[in-house]
């Protein structure tokens, strides 16, 4: 595994913890917040997706040599390019981008 991958990998990795650390500390305010519970509530959020995250996620892939799965990811997408993407189909995107470690 090269430098960059091993990079990736890392950061990847970290962006990954931060997301389980975010949503621990947000159910945990919950919880002690005082206030009382609906069931639902007790279901933790998805987290939002902003497109400087999902831009984040794709620029690691694209060095990790998966530029051209990339761009077909995008156009399967109808777009062109990132900022031309539905916010709320940035979760399909990612996962789609998840499975190209599959692929090589």
């Keep these: 595994m090269s430098k960059m991958s091993e990079m990736a990998a890392t950061i990847e990795d970290l962006r990954s913890a931060a997301a389980a650390i975010n949503e621990a500390a947000n159910w945990l305010a ?20 902003t497109l400087e995250a999902v831009r984040a996620v794709l620029a690691d892939k694209s060095r990790a040599g998966f530029t051209a799965q990339i761009r077909s990811l995008l156009q399967k997408y109808g777009a062109s390019k990132l900022s031309e993407i539905d916010p709320t189909r940035y979760g399909g995107l990612l996962a789609d981008v998840e499975g190209l470690n599959d692929a090589t």
């Design 30 to 49: 919950e919880q002690f917040s005082g206030e009382e519970s609906s069931p639902e509530k007790t279901v933790p959020a998805e987290p939002v997706l």
